[in-house]
């Protein structure tokens, strides 16, 4: 099967599985991987639906900053 077919074929059984609403469709926060500006540590955020930017604390030295 080339790509299309295998596209078409998933959004079939999406849509079949809706209609049967034995699949829920849900929209949460968006987890953002930020790095230290300071120590360079990796940061885990959790954003709310739609924001751009989200303040953190890093975990390693505790400096207070945004993620980009």
């Not at 295998?6 to 849509?15: A, G, I, K, M």
């Amino acid at each position: 099967m080339d790509k299309k077919a295998l596209r078409e074929e998933t959004e079939r059984l999406v849509r079949e599985a809706m209609e049967r609403k034995a699949l829920v469709v849900k929209q949460g926060n968006t987890r953002i991987e930020a790095k230290c500006g300071k120590c360079g540590v990796a940061n885990r955020v959790s954003a709310e639906r739609g924001v751009r930017r989200a303040s953190f604390t890093c975990k390693e030295c505790g400096l207070k900053q945004e993620t980009l």
